[in-house]
């Protein structure tokens, strides 16, 4: 194991709030002289299992802390997720049918696995200790919080002032949660900014079971690639870690300049002092934020692709975006001359998603063909070779036979 001074830098980067920092010291003073790694716990409710970058800053910590030696326990909440995760909701939300939530976990641990090693990684459902706590058992974890405790949370406090219904089985959800921490003796909790009261009622649980509280890590919210809204798929503004690698890489090329460094602390596992000196040169105008951009596009894509696919990937957008050359793995499609309709052909390669599409764009100067814009369709003239090329991005090559 790392000494505790360089395992807290790692542990600190990017995080938003530590929350018994001295309580981490002696856990980590106590880990080193033990030879014992702490137990570290992350919570995900099988709700949404689509996942992208943002969903991935709490797991790349998890990662680094199983980095550090750490034994990282992932809690699929297949018993609370039957409730649904109230925080942020102005009502409740609709339960998850058993089927929906083995579903959802399994595609869950799947993805959890593309940023976690799968042998050093623990994956748990919370049923196999919450379905069997009696009612008796039940009533004495309700009595360890009060109602105003439970109304000190920003969402419960908005709908009951509002007099929106709060159904009782709501405010067992932190209490489960917490209990979770308290039946994997936890030392360390990790969780989003949105999940403080959450996590918080962990650290209180374990001080009424007479266990040492855990230290409860925050993350930040991510910014998706528009720079202003949480990194969301509904908002397009979104890196998903299933996209292909040129995809990734050329996404992650659209970052705002202002962000290049909270993705480096937040997405990749890039050690803080080599961070610390990007951040100093970009502030001194040292280099180019554009070449430091590109580092990070091929840091992120390695991570999901390996790093021969991120080399791949950069030569690709060098020739197309920097070079304006006609990429090496362009698709070639064959077509018989009496078959052959060009609007077909875009539509049918999926360069376009409609042929209203190819119109707009041909009025709009957004197609090429060998080069040359092509503004009116009955103008192309048809050779046995043409290079199509659809906005900035989207090329194809046909041979007409």
Do not use: C
């Amino acid at each position: 194991m790392k000494n505790i001074q360089e395992q807290i830098k790692i542990i600190s980067k990017g995080v938003d709030e530590i929350i018994g920092l001295e309580d981490l010291k002696n856990k980590l003073e106590k880990s080193i002289k033990e030879n014992k790694p702490l137990i570290v716990k992350l919570g995900l409710d099988p709700s949404a299992p689509d996942i992208h970058l943002g969903h991935t800053v709490v797991l790349r910590k998890m990662k680094q802390l199983q980095d550090l030696g750490h034994k990282v326990i992932i809690i699929i909440g297949d018993f609370t997720g039957k409730i649904g995760d109230p925080t942020g909701k102005s009502k409740a939300r609709k339960a998850l049918s058993t089927e929906q939530v083995l579903e959802n976990a399994k595609t869950y641990e799947e993805q959890i696995l593309k940023v976690l090693d799968k042998e050093k990684t623990d994956i748990v459902f919370n049923s196999s200790w919450l379905s069997k706590l009696s009612f008796e058992e039940a009533i004495k974890l309700a009595a360890t919080t009060t109602v105003a405790r439970m109304l000190e949370r920003e969402d419960f406090k908005k709908r009951y002032e509002s007099q929106t219904p709060i159904s009782l089985h709501e405010f067992f959800y932190p209490l489960m949660q917490g209990f979770d921490s308290v039946e994997i003796e936890a030392d360390i909790e990790l969780g989003g900014t949105d999940q403080r009261f959450n996590v918080l009622m962990g650290r209180a649980l374990q001080k009424e079971f007479n266990q040492d509280p855990q230290v409860t890590i925050f993350m930040p919210l991510l910014e998706g690639l528009d720079g202003k809204e949480k990194m969301s798929k509904s908002l397009g503004n979104y890196i998903g870690i299933d996209e292909k690698a040129n995809v990734m890489y050329e996404k992650a090329m659209t970052i705002p300049d202002e962000l290049i460094i909270k993705y480096f602390e937040l997405v990749t596992d890039i050690h803080p002092d080599i961070i610390d000196d990007i951040k100093r040169n970009l502030e001194e105008n040292k280099v180019n934020p554009r070449d430091v951009k590109m580092d990070l596009a091929k840091e992120i894509v390695s991570l999901y692709h390996g790093e021969e696919e991120s080399k791949k990937a950069q030569n690709r957008f060098k020739e197309v975006f920097q070079q304006g050359q006609i990429p090496s793995d362009i698709k070639i499609v064959e077509v018989l001359k009496e078959e052959f309709n060009l609007i077909d052909e875009l539509v049918k390669n999926n360069l376009v998603s409609s042929k209203s599409e190819v119109r707009r764009l041909l009025t709009q100067g957004g197609i090429k063909v060998n080069n040359e814009r092509l503004v009116d369709i009955k103008e192309l003239e048809i050779n046995k070779e043409m290079i199509v090329q659809v906005g900035k991005k989207k090329f194809i090559k046909l041979i007409i036979k």
